[in-house]
Each structure stands twice: as C-alpha cells, then as structure tokens.
C-alpha cells in the first residue's frame, strides 16, 4: 500500500506551522493541491494537534522574548511615547 504525502513528517509538520501561523485551511489546501475538507480531517489527528501547539507555543516564547528586548529598549520607549502622544492629540481633535 502506497504511503500518502500526506503522512510524510516533513508534510505535518509544515501543516501544523502554517495554522498556528494563522494560515487558514484553504490556503494550505492550495498550496498542496488537496481539497480544505481534507487539511480539516489532518489537523485532527493528535498527532497534529501536538505539533500545532508545540508551533503555537515556539511562537509564544519567540513573541514573548521579542517584547521584553522591546521593552528594555530605550528608543522604542521614546519613540512609541512619541507615537502615543501625537495619536492622542489626534483624537482629541476629533472630538
């Protein structure tokens, strides 16, 4: 019995990263020629769940690291208090 590409790590694993990037399943359906029913019935399987979230959590700490160098980061400090004051000042023109 053939083996489907479907079933190949490689496959999974690329599925599982496009939806906890935020993919939708039709987009990843397109980009392996397969129907959205069919990404649907995959990303079922336990299997790929634990690799969506393995994914998902991979990406939180990414985030998490990235806002914290932010931060600490003194001319973002200065420049989105800047950006802050002038959207401020902005919307009290509007009102």
């Known amino acids: 019995m053939k083996k ?3 079933d ?5 694993l690329l599925i599982a990263h496009r939806i906890a990037n935020g993919h ?3 987009e990843i359906a397109q980009e392996l020629s397969i129907s959205q029913p069919s990404i649907s019935r ?9 690799l969506i979230r393995k994914e998902e959590n991979r990406l ?3 985030v998490k690291k990235e806002l ?3 931060e600490n980061d003194p001319r973002f400090l200065a420049e989105f208090q800047r ?3 002038k959207e401020l000042l902005n919307f009290k023109r509007l009102l």
């Open 68 to 70: 914290q160098r932010i």
């Open 83 to 85: 950006t802050l004051e």
């Open 42 to 50: 995959i990303i079922r399987h336990a299997d790929i769940i634990a």
């Open 4 to 6: 489907s590409r479907l």
């Open 24 to 26: 939708s399943q039709r």
């Open 60 to 62: 939180y700490l990414q």
């Open 8 to 12: 190949l790590p490689h496959i999974k």
